[in-house]
């Protein structure tokens, strides 16, 4: 599929192009995110039905990314009953006493459910490696544990697709310069994401290392071109309707004798 990462190969992000639209014609676009709004919808309520299968959705960006407008965008006619997000922020305390799975797994999706990861368990062999908040010889042992956790998910029934949004630096000032010159939107700027912003060189190793190092067929990465925020939302509505497709789902079989029920 366009845009994954095929198991075993190394990622080189400035090979990727941010500002790929693959000749889209935004209007048709917009045409074809509607329609496959409606199949995620009606996807979802088929994935809600069954009660089978699992979706768990990974979303991994830089700040201003795009990940907060995905989750609105892409899922904005899914039922909130079947769809969880789990947003990852700083550790806890009690989180940080543990190991850094413990805090994931309770949010896995279960049958049924879509689970949405706002940033994940991915954060540990990233803005970890980057600021060296645990020693090398303990976050490279991780790309493994990961690569096993989701195959666990994986072998008992969790569909698992990564998306990295990947924008360029230069889109990442406008992005923060809109936030600054707006002040409703003074509430998503934190002083602190300049100084990330200067590690973006570490930051897209740390990203390359995760992505060649954890795509998998169990659990595909995909860059996502997203300097572009409408074809960023395509190319993901696309992926996820094809994932869901590709269960083969069915309806669960009604109760014998409906045919011959009157409602009294
Ligand atoms: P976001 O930046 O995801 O849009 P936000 O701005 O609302 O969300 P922040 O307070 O910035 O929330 O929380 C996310 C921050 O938490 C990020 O800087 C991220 O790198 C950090 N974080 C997430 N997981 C970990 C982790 N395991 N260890 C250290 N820092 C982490
Ligand atoms: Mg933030």
Do not use: C
């Not at 042992?141 to 195959?151: G, L, S």
């Not at 230069?170 to 509430?187: F, I, M, N, T, V």
Request: without cysteine; hydrophobic residues 35%.
């Amino acid at each position: 599929m366009q845009y994954r990462v095929e198991p075993g190969t190394r990622v080189d992000l400035s090979r990727w192009d941010p500002d790929d639209v693959a000749g889209t014609d935004r209007e048709a676009a917009r045409e074809e995110k509607k329609q496959l709004s409606r199949r995620l919808r009606e996807l979802q309520e088929l994935l809600y039905a069954e009660h089978r299968h699992r979706l768990l959705v990974v979303l991994q960006a830089m700040d201003t990314g795009g990940k907060d407008g995905t989750i609105r965008k892409v899922f904005d006619r899914t039922n909130p009953q079947g769809v969880k997000v789990a947003s990852f922020k700083r550790p806890t305390e009690r989180e940080l006493a543990h190991d850094y799975l413990w805090r994931v797994h309770p949010h896995v999706p279960g049958d049924g459910e879509i689970g949405i990861f706002n940033r994940s368990h991915y954060e540990d062999v990233l803005v970890v490696r980057v600021h060296d908040l645990v020693p090398k010889t303990r976050w490279q042992r991780r790309y493994d544990h990961i690569v096993a956790f989701e195959k666990l998910l994986a072998d008992e029934g969790t569909t698992i697709v990564k998306f990295y949004l990947h924008i360029s630096k230069d889109e990442q000032k406008r992005r923060l310069q809109a936030r600054l010159d707006r002040p409703d939107k003074h509430w998503k700027f934190s002083i602190g994401d300049l100084k990330e912003r200067a590690l973006w060189d570490d930051y897209m190793a740390a990203y390359e290392a995760a992505l060649s190092n954890t795509s998998t067929d169990w659990a595909p990465w995909f860059i996502i071109p997203a300097n572009h925020k409408w074809y960023r939302n395509l190319v993901i509505s696309r992926i996820l309707v094809d994932t869901l497709e590709g269960l083969g789902m069915q309806y669960p079989p009604a109760e014998e004798g409906l045919d011959e029920v009157v409602i009294p």
